[in-house]
C-alpha cells in the first residue's frame, strides 16, 4: 500500500480517536466499528489498526509527553479534535513506521486544518515540532 492508502488511514484514525474520546468505548469495540463501516474502501487497514490500538494503549504515555510543549494550554482545554491529532502525531513520531518527522507533522497539520478549529492547525504545528526536536535530542 501506499501513502495515498496510509492518508486514507490516518483520516479515519483522526476520527476514530475522536469518537473513542466522545464515547469511551473500547479500541477493539471502535476498531471493529470503523472495519465494518470502510469494508471494501481502500485504505491501509494494518496501519489504521495498529496507530488507533498503539494510540488508545499509550494515550496517558503520549500526553504526558507533548503536555509540556502546550503553553497556555492543557489537556483539558484542548479541542478533542487537537487532542486526537496530537496523540497520533505524537505516537507516529515516537513509531515512525517508515515515515520521516516532516510527513508526520504535515500530515497532522493537514488533519487539524480539515476537521480542527480555523487556527489550530498552528497549534498542533508548533507543537508537533518540540515533540520531534524533543525525541531526536533523546
Known amino acids: 500500500m501506499g501513502l495515498a492508502a496510509i492518508k486514507k488511514a490516518r483520516n479515519f484514525v483522526c ?12 479500541g477493539e469495540d471502535i476498531l471493529k466499528q470503523f472495519l465494518e463501516v470502510n469494508a471494501g474502501k481502500s485504505f491501509d487497514q494494518d496501519y489504521f489498526e495498529r496507530v488507533l490500538m498503539g494510540v488508545i494503549q499509550e494515550a496517558v504515555e ?18 478533542r479534535v487537537e487532542c486526537a491529532i496530537l496523540r497520533m502525531g505524537t505516537y507516529e513520531l515516537m ?12 500530515e497532522s497539520v493537514r488533519l487539524s486544518k480539515r476537521f480542527g478549529s480555523k487556527e489550530g492547525y498552528r497549534f498542533v ?3 508537533l515540532d518540540q515533540v520531534a526536536h524533543q525525541l531526536k535530542a533523546e
Do not use: C, M
Request: proline share 4%; glycine share 2%.
Open 15 to 26: 476520527q476514530a480517536l475522536y469518537q473513542w474520546q466522545l464515547t469511551e468505548q473500547s
Open 62 to 79: 503520549l500526553d504526558a509527553f507533548f503536555e509540556p510543549y502546550l503553553k497556555d494550554h492543557t489537556l483539558e482545554t484542548l479541542t
Open 95 to 106: 513509531y515512525p513506521h517508515g515515515l520521516s518527522d516532516a510527513a508526520i507533522i504535515s
Open 125 to 127: 504545528n508548533a507543537v
